[in-house]
T-cell receptor, first 118, second 116 residues
Framework: GAVVSQHPSWVICKSGTSVKIECRSL??????MFWYRQFPKQSLMLMAT?????????EQGVEKDKFLINHASLTLSTLTVTSAHPEDSSFYIC??????????????FGPGTRLLVL | AQSVTQLDSHVSVSEGTPVLLRCNYS??????LFWYVQHPNKGLQLLLK??????LVKGINGFEAEFKKSETSFHLTKPSAHMSDAAEYFC??????????????FGTGTLLAVQP
């Protein structure tokens, strides 16, 4: 159990367009999901924490108006990259923790979405 | 601030030989440490975690890691590599006390290649 999926697995878009990435917990409920970004040969960096039914919490330096996060249900969080630019090209990974789990240390990760902005 | 350093970006071993993936950590207190593995097109999977209990931690698929405070290390080992072990491995430290607000801090990853 504890499977997380992401859709799409990869996407190419034109500069200036918006792209939506979905993160779903398939066999458990997740009140909290996380969005990470990974540039080539670099670490995964936490972008934001997505809480079901409330506003996301963004890490320092992450533009909340550019990276819109919606966590409308206990199994789905979406990340929308608005007005994407080539520098937004990256590998976006989500993770989720099971509802009623207090610790954030046990996270279940999705397979990632590779975004290329032309 | 907590951080981890993975000393090798690539490691190549022959099937059946031992695996050693190195990780050093920096933490101002007793850390929680993890190793994750990522196979192509799959989500990161937890291999093992250390949370201040036994210093030698056994994980899945025959992997283990030893927490050495004196060396600030948490190296991942396996006695005999299998072809299916080829993947990217991440050393991770938690920046909190295991509670509801801590974050996971990732290393840059080590790509393990296993030669037949």
């Amino acid at each position: 159990g504890a499977v997380v999926s992401q859709h799409p697995s990869w996407v190419i878009c034109k500069s200036g367009t918006s792209v939506k990435i979905e993160c779903r917990s398939l066999d458990f409920q997740a009140t909290t999901m996380f969005w990470y970004r990974q540039f080539p040969k670099q670490s995964l960096m936490l972008m934001a924490t997505s809480n079901e039914g409330s506003k996301a919490t963004y890490e320092q330096g992450v533009e909340k108006d550019k990276f819109l996060i919606n966590h409308a249900s206990l199994t789905l969080s979406t990340l929308t990259v608005t007005s994407a630019h080539p520098e937004d090209s990256s590998f976006y990974i989500c993770s989720a923790i099971k509802a009623a789990t207090r610790s954030r240390e046990t996270q279940y990760f999705g397979p990632g979405t590779r975004l290329l902005v032309l | 601030a907590q951080s981890v350093t993975q000393l090798d970006s690539h490691v190549s071993v022959s099937e059946g030989t031992p695996v050693l993936l190195r990780c050093n950590y920096s933490s101002s207190y007793s850390p929680s440490l993890f190793w994750y593995v990522q196979h192509p097109n799959k989500g990161l999977q937890l291999l093992l975690k250390y949370t201040s209990a036994a210093t030698l931690v056994k994980g899945i698929n025959g992997f283990e890691a030893e927490f050495k405070k004196s060396e600030t290390s948490f190296h991942l080992t396996k006695p005999s590599a299998h072809m299916s072990d080829a993947a990217e491995y991440f050393c991770v430290v938690s920046d909190g006390y295991g509670g509801a607000t801590n974050k996971l801090i990732f290393g840059t990853g080590t790509l393990l290649a296993v030669q037949p």
